[in-house]
Nanobody, 118 residues
């Protein structure tokens, strides 16, 4: 059974940094594109960043480009999201997602809360 478990969320001041981790199990991690989504209160789910299975291509939402970095360690079956220069509008629940191709929804984690506030 596939599992994705996010960690690393918390409360941080504007301008601060956090690194989220997502540990995977139960599927062939190295074959999957991994994504980070977020959902702010009262808003829809937004794709924040993605990294393909080889790690050679990464994509970012315009709102986070230049501030967030996605990476993966296939030996640890873990995907990371390094977040810096955090803004209050980055406050959301962040979800990890893994999918083998763009035609399926894939697997989802339970989410981790990130709150940016002074």
């Amino acid at each position: 059974q596939a599992h994705l478990v996010e960690s690393g969320g918390g409360l941080v001041q504007p301008g601060g940094s956090l690194t989220l981790s997502c540990a995977a199990s139960g599927f062939i991690f190295s074959a999957y594109t991994m994504n980070w989504y977020r959902q702010a209160p009262g808003k829809g789910r937004e794709l924040v960043a993605s990294i393909i299975n080889t790690g050679t291509r990464k994509n970012y939402a315009d709102s986070v480009r230049g501030r967030f970095i996605i990476s993966r360690d296939d030996s640890k079956k873990t995907v990371y999201l390094q977040m810096s220069s955090l803004k209050t509008e980055d406050t959301a629940v962040y979800f990890c997602n893994g999918r083998p191709n763009r035609f399926v929804d894939g697997y989802w984690g339970q989410g981790t809360q990130v709150t940016v506030s002074s």
